[in-house]
Structures are given as structure tokens and as C-alpha cells.
């Protein structure tokens, strides 16, 4: 990428950003543009979908999710791992408004570019839900899409009540509740 074209592109994802955290990730594209100062066409060169931009914009995060998991899964009981690493996931759709139904839309679409960009975590998010069902801490008659899903419903729910932290940590508790095989959130986690 020739350097104008990169940075504009650094300009793009940087007025994306703080557009997302200002007004959600449905945000006008061409005020991204502006913000960005420039034309509607470069942005659409460089991100050809909204979704090609979010998943751009959390692509690093991502990444992060997924390192954090193996993290977890090195220091903690699978079901501590699991619940520390759903606390993070959700605190990261309620990043900004909207992104927990626009990821829980992309979850199953292998044609979308948030989908592909979340590859990493989806698969870690697997691995944690397998590891905690093997070793007996998490329900079997559930799989790792179902868990990502609550989860995004969590966030959801979160960000249409306006609940604040507590709120969103006591709901995804009772998620967890539901969802461990002795039903109890396992502490410090909990």
C-alpha cells in the first residue's frame, strides 16, 4: 500500500473509532469520512461495507480476546477460565452501542468481513467451552455458538436497559449460573 493510501487508512480507522464510541457503530459512514478528511470513495475503497470497517476497527481486539483465553486457560479451572473470558467478550460488545447484534447477526454468516475478523476469538471461545465441558465445570447439552450468543444477548440486554456494570455482571452471572454444571459462578470470577 503506497503511503497516502496507508495513511488515509490509519485516518479512516482512527474516525471510526471514536465516531463508534461516540454514537454506536451505525454511525453515517460519510461523517466517518469527513472526520476523517476524506472523500466518501476512499473510505469505500479501503472498507467496501460498514461491516469491513467494524471489523477493521476491532480486529486488534479480537486478537486480544483470543490471547487472553489461552491466558486464562493456563491460570485458572476451565470454568474460572470460562467466566473470566465472558466477562471480557461482553465488556467488549458493549464497547460500542450496537456491536452485540451486529456480531450475534455474523456469528454463522462465513461470507461476512466481522466474521472472518473474529475467527480467532470465535475459535478460542470453542476451545474454552470444550475444555469446561470436559472437564465437567459446564453443561454438554450446550456448544460454543449457543454460550457466544447468551453472551451477546447479555450485552444486548445491557445496552438496551442502560444497565450499568453491576447490572450487566449480575445478568451475565445468572447466564453463568444456568450454564455451569454445580451452578455456581465460581469465585473470584463470580
Given at each position: 500500500m503506497r503511503a497516502?493510501?496507508?495513511?488515509?487508512?490509519?485516518?479512516?480507522?482512527?474516525?471510526?473509532?471514536?465516531?463508534?464510541?461516540?454514537?454506536?457503530v451505525e454511525?453515517?459512514?460519510?461523517?466517518?469520512?469527513?472526520?476523517?478528511n476524506v472523500g466518501s470513495g476512499t473510505l469505500y475503497r479501503?472498507?467496501?461495507?460498514?461491516?469491513?470497517?467494524?471489523?477493521?476497527?476491532?480486529?486488534?481486539?479480537?486478537?486480544?480476546?483470543?490471547a487472553e483465553a489461552a491466558r486464562l486457560q493456563a491460570e485458572h479451572s476451565p470454568g474460572e477460565a470460562l467466566v473470566a473470558w465472558l466477562?471480557?467478550?461482553?465488556?467488549h460488545l458493549m464497547t460500542y452501542r450496537g456491536l452485540a447484534a451486529s456480531v450475534a447477526t455474523v456469528l454463522h454468516d462465513e461470507t461476512s468481513p466481522l466474521y472472518s475478523a473474529?475467527?480467532?476469538m470465535r475459535a478460542a471461545a470453542y476451545e474454552l467451552v470444550a475444555t469446561a465441558q470436559r472437564g465437567g465445570?459446564?453443561?454438554d447439552d450446550i456448544d460454543a455458538s449457543q454460550v457466544l450468543h447468551l453472551a451477546a444477548g447479555v450485552a444486548w440486554a445491557g445496552e438496551q436497559s442502560a444497565a450499568d456494570?453491576?447490572?450487566?455482571?449480575?445478568?451475565?452471572?445468572?447466564?453463568?449460573?444456568?450454564?455451569?454444571?454445580?451452578?455456581r459462578v465460581p469465585r473470584p470470577f463470580g
Open positions: 497516502d493510501a496507508q495513511r488515509n487508512r490509519e485516518r479512516l480507522l482512527a474516525a471510526a473509532r471514536a465516531a463508534f464510541a461516540r454514537a454506536g454511525t453515517s459512514l460519510d461523517d466517518i469520512a469527513r472526520d476523517a479501503h472498507f467496501p461495507t460498514r461491516e469491513a470497517l467494524v471489523a477493521a476497527v476491532l480486529d486488534d481486539r479480537y486478537e486480544a480476546l483470543a466477562k471480557l467478550f461482553v465488556n473474529c475467527h480467532a465445570a459446564v453443561r456494570r453491576a447490572g450487566v455482571e449480575h445478568m451475565l452471572a445468572v447466564l453463568m449460573d444456568g450454564l455451569l454444571c454445580n451452578g
